[in-house]
Every structure is written in structure tokens, then in C-alpha cells.
């Protein structure tokens, strides 16, 4: 497996690659693309040929699931994470922000409140405001370089009888937290005492860096699994994110039921031939891939790292915990929202994502993509170290 090889995305008309994306968002085609989150890196070989088998097969009409397809996404969260799904619980979608807005829908009325805790993920904003709730906000604190979840302010926020539900982002993106089991029943506990509903996005489940573990929300108690829903997908994992397949897990009966007939309803839950056979074959053999990746990626992490300690340019690593995406604290510079984001992609000619996308509480911050060829790192620390000495 050759992480490093280099693949030319250009000639498709790839988001984070786009000139017209990098033009509109960040004032220069030229800056290297390392914002949106998916990787630079080809799916396990195993998909790539699986697929070609598909395509070759000439025939791509209405089709089921295989009866092997939730066998092998099961058997890789029980043999990896200790998670026992059970076939019923899997409800399929066909991302994962379709099914934190129809669980939005169904477990808060229009007008009441869904707590975030940014810096997180913008488009969880989004998707509140395009449902008509209300965002709370619960932000994490940076403590001693460790982001950590404010349980004091979340026990204040879910009380008011007007939250319903807690979107949990579990590992964290873009900070890089992978929740400790402790951490997760605190929030379990504040959640189910004040009856607000947890829907968990797990998509990041399988990055996490040794010795941390990610922990599913919902094998961490029955309250939990009761009052809650996970939200998964390989699309991270095995880099099939244009092939999108996702699944909510929800373990209670009577949500289960409302879910599955809101995605009937709708006729949601079509299946793409491609997103089922990358899937399927991802979880039965893509077990040796990830762990390899995993190494290549904390690769990347320790790169950074030594560079920033080895050049001391002023800018800082929030060390991760998991994910492909690293956090990268930018407030020894001095500027401001607006002008941190300029200087990023028009003078370092790098295209990452400024830290107040993902609220104000990640002002003076950057999320940068690593899930690509090292030389690609590389280039951006060059390039950021010496934008940083000509700013000085």
C-alpha cells in the first residue's frame, strides 16, 4: 500500500480540488487543497477491484443489499469496538447529515433547541437552521492544550425544557477528541435525566490513535442506547465518500419504527449498487488497509508536530486523539478572524479551513486535512513557515 503515491484529482471535478471551490473560498486556485475532508489517498485495493468486477458485470438496475452486507458491518464493530449490532437496528440513508436531520425532526418540535458544542462541524449548524430549531451552544473548553467537554454548562443548557436534542460528535471534528467511555456516560447521564435526545455522528469511529479508543455512544449504557442514535458510515473510513452509504442505529423499538417510516415515506432508502459493494467488501477485508493507514496518518501528526517545536513559528498543534484532520492554533500571530484566513490561503498558499467556520469559538484556529501523501504536508509547513517569517 503506497500512501505516498501521488494521484491527480484534477481531471475529475473534484470539490477540494476544484479551482472554481478554492477560487470562492479562499482567493487562490493555486493553494493546495487541504480542506474538505476526504483524503488524498486511493480506497483499499480490495474495493477498487470489487468495483471493477461491479462495472464490468454491465448491469446496474434496481437491486437489494446482499444478506451479507449488514453481516460485515456488524462483525467489524463487534470484532473492533466491542459493539454487538443488532440486524433490526441498522436503518439504512444515504448520509449521514439525512439522518441527523430526520432524527432532528422527530425527536424536537420547530423552534426549540439542539445543542451543539463548538468548535464543531459547521454543517451541524446548518441543518438545525434549515429544520427550524434553534442552536445551543455548549463550547468545549481548551484546557492545558486538551479541549474538554463543559459538563457544568451542558447540565444548565439541557434543563431548559426547550432542548430537546444533543448532536454529539464522536471522535470530535475538528478538534480531534475521541470521548472517553467516562465522558460519554456523564453526557448519557445529563442527557437522560433531562430527556434530551443524543444523536451521536460517529463517521470518524474507526481514526482514532492508540492508546485512545473511540467508544460507540451507544455501548456505553442502556440509557444511552435507549435515548439515543448513532450515526454511521464507511465514507470516512475507506475514503468512498462520493459513493455515500450511511446508518443510523437506533436501538429503540418505537424510534426505530418512527424513523424507518419517515424513510419509506420519502423513499430515502434506495440502494446504490456502487456505495454497497464498496461497503460490503470495505468492512469484510479492509481491516489490514485502515491499521496500515492509521500508522501513516499519526505519521503525518508526528511530522507536524516536529516541524512546528523544530521551527518555532509561532503557530501550535492541538494534539489530536483521532480523525485525519488536525487542529492548528494560529493566535500567537495576532490577527484576526478574517485576516488569519487571507493569510492562510493567499500568503501561505494553502487552502485550510478557518477555525470560525466553525464558530466563533474557533477564531484565531485552522482545520487542515492530513489524509494525504506526506510531500503534501511538507509543502504546506514550508510554505506556512516561511508566509509566518515574512509576516514577522
Not at 232 to 247: H, R
Not at 317 to 329: A, N, Q
Amino acid at each position: 500500500m503506497d500512501f505516498d503515491e501521488h494521484i491527480d484529482r484534477s481531471q475529475y471535478p473534484t470539490l477540494k480540488w476544484s479551482r472554481a471551490f478554492l477560487s470562492e473560498h479562499f482567493e487562490n486556485e493555486k493553494a493546495i487543497p487541504m480542506s474538505v475532508a476526504d483524503m488524498d489517498i486511493k480506497a483499499p485495493p480490495t474495493v477498487i477491484e470489487h468495483l471493477q468486477a461491479r462495472v464490468a458485470h454491465g448491469i446496474y438496475g434496481y437491486e437489494s443489499k446482499s444478506e451479507n452486507y449488514n453481516v460485515a458491518l456488524a462483525a467489524w464493530y463487534q470484532n473492533r469496538y466491542g459493539w454487538k449490532i443488532e440486524e433490526e437496528q441498522i436503518e439504512p440513508c444515504p448520509s449521514i447529515l439525512n439522518a441527523i436531520s430526520i432524527l432532528i425532526n422527530q425527536h424536537s418540535d420547530k423552534g426549540q433547541g439542539v445543542i451543539i458544542q463548538p468548535p464543531v462541524f459547521f454543517e451541524f449548524k446548518m441543518v438545525i437552521n434549515s429544520n427550524g430549531r434553534k442552536i445551543v451552544k455548549n463550547p468545549l473548553k481548551l484546557l492545558n492544550g486538551q479541549y474538554q467537554i463543559d459538563f457544568d454548562d451542558l447540565e444548565i443548557k439541557a434543563s431548559d425544557p426547550h432542548s430537546r436534542v444533543l448532536i454529539l460528535c464522536n471522535p470530535h471534528n475538528p478538534v480531534g477528541r475521541v470521548w472517553t467511555r467516562r465522558e460519554l456516560e456523564k453526557v448519557a447521564e445529563i442527557c437522560e435525566h433531562h430527556d434530551v435526545f443524543v444523536i451521536a455522528d460517529e463517521i470518524h469511529g474507526d481514526f482514532a490513535f492508540p492508546p485512545h479508543q473511540y467508544t460507540p455512544y451507544l455501548n456505553v449504557s442502556e440509557m444511552s442506547a435507549q435515548h439515543g442514535a448513532s450515526c454511521i458510515s464507511p465514507a470516512k473510513t475507506f475514503n468512498i465518500s462520493g459513493m455515500t452509504d450511511a446508518m443510523a442505529i437506533i436501538p429503540n423499538k418505537t424510534y426505530r419504527r418512527q424513523f424507518h417510516e419517515f424513510a419509506h415515506r420519502y423513499q430515502i432508502n434506495k440502494v446504490n449498487v456502487f456505495a454497497s459493494v464498496a461497503a460490503e467488501v470495505a468492512y469484510r477485508d479492509g481491516a489490514g488497509w485502515l491499521d496500515a493507514l492509521l500508522v501513516y496518518i499519526q505519521g503525518n501528526v508526528d511530522l507536524i508536530r516536529e516541524y512546528l517545536e523544530k521551527n518555532a513559528i509561532r503557530v501550535s498543534l492541538v494534539e489530536p486523539e483521532g480523525t485525519f484532520l488536525v487542529w492548528l492554533d494560529f493566535r500567537e500571530l495576532g490577527l484576526d478572524a478574517k485576516e488569519l484566513a487571507r493569510f492562510l490561503a493567499v500568503e501561505a498558499g494553502i487552502a485550510i479551513s478557518p477555525g470560525y467556520w466553525f464558530g466563533r469559538e474557533g477564531a484565531g484556529f485552522a482545520r487542515m486535512t492530513i489524509g494525504c501523501p506526506r510531500a503534501t504536508v511538507e509543502s504546506a509547513l514550508d510554505n506556512m513557515a516561511n508566509a509566518v517569517k515574512k509576516l514577522s
